[in-house]
């Protein structure tokens, strides 16, 4: 079971190290597949245009999450490959690496999916997506003029969060 | 001795006041709607310092109504204290707080480079969305003030976020 309380923007973020933007890209979707945000730092190489992009993303979580539930070899109890679960059910899977990026995945029980792409050698960043998942929260869904469920647009949120990938180290 | 609340809730339900108002009850209407807030904010700010007054003697001029406003009350509403206060020796006074609670996370939307020209009427309607969140916090600084017998009238100023001017007119 994951918390998401405190009223305050925690864990501490860790100290600033090196300049330069760390990460590549990152994405946010909600529960029902709308990206709410796509920020991109670093990323040389386009294959797909935008949409087919947030499409693939969402999809391949969607089915990542249900095969590492079906797979499960220490649960008795699974659903059936493919259905859809409620966030947090099922085993949580939270990143996959290959030699020449790493993406990490965090899901609120709200259905809020956090996609961060980064260079491989990156360690785990599960506390770093509960901080921005926290950023969201304070920035975003606090912010009055944000209507849930479209695309994020607070100035605010986005340079607090750059600010934030930034130092990760 | 006193309950608590989380500050998220109080922050959602004033979200949602302006918004209803705004939107739904008088909806095209925005005169009548920020009227309604201010007027609910005035009735809030008489129970308040009525509350924060409870033990204190009287104040002996209008300077230490105001200063109160700027100390105990806006330290028990907000948790700090007005960091700049103004006046002109004849009845106005300006309140000036660096970082308005209710305003800390408020951001507009980003309009997109290409609208040249019709970026100021956007620009327009988010500070008439933002200007909204203000009229709450004018009615409670005037329903205290006058709760303390000082009848005034309280604008707001936001031309730097999030820094905020509240502007205090004693009526003579």
Redesign the interface.
């Known amino acids: 079971m994951q918390f998401f309380g405190g ?1 305050e923007i925690s864990p501490s973020p860790p100290a600033p190290t090196a300049t330069g933007n760390n990460a590549h890209m990152m994405y946010v979707f909600n529960r029902n597949g709308v990206c709410l945000l796509y920020r991109e730092w670093n990323r040389p190489l386009h294959t797909l245009n935008p949409q087919q992009d947030h499409k693939l993303m969402f999809g391949l979580l969607f089915s990542l999450k249900s095969l590492t539930a079906k797979m499960d070899p220490t649960s008795a109890e699974k659903g059936n490959l493919g259905v859809p679960q409620l966030p947090g059910q099922g085993c949580s899977f939270h990143s996959f690496r290959t030699n020449t990026y790493k993406l990490s995945f965090m899901e609120s029980p709200s259905g809020i999916k956090i996609i961060l792409v980064t260079h491989p050698r990156t360690g785990d960043l599960r506390e770093s997506l509960k901080y921005i998942y926290n950023l969201y929260v ?2 975003v869904v ?4 944000y209507a849930p469920g479209t695309p994020i ?6 340079t607090t969060l750059d600010q934030y990938v930034r130092s990760i180290a | 001795m006193g309950r608590e609340v989380s500050e998220s809730c109080v922050d959602s339900l004033l979200i949602e006041m302006v918004s209803t108002y705004c939107n739904r009850f008088y909806a095209n209407k925005s005169e009548l709607a920020a009227r309604r807030i201010e007027a609910i904010g005035y009735q809030v700010g008489h129970q308040l310092s009525e509350r924060y007054t409870m033990e204190r003697p009287r104040f002996g001029d209008h300077l230490e109504a105001i200063k109160f406003i700027c100390k105990d009350f806006w330290s028990e509403l907000f948790k700090k204290q007005i960091d700049n206060l103004k006046t002109n020796h004849r009845g106005t006074f300006v309140l000036q707080d660096n970082r308005f609670r209710w305003l800390a996370r408020l951001s507009i939307d980003q309009t997109s480079e290409n609208e040249g020209a019709s970026q100021d009427p956007s620009e327009n309607k988010a500070m008439q969305a933002m200007s909204m969140y203000l009229y709450f916090p004018c009615g409670i600084i005037r329903g205290a003030l006058s709760n303390l017998g000082i009848p005034c009238a309280v604008s707001a100023d936001m031309s730097n976020l999030p820094a905020c001017s509240f502007v205090v007119r004693i009526k003579a």
Request: charged residues 30%.
């Open positions: 009223s304070e920035y606090k912010n009055p003029l647009r607070c100035e605010l949120f986005n």
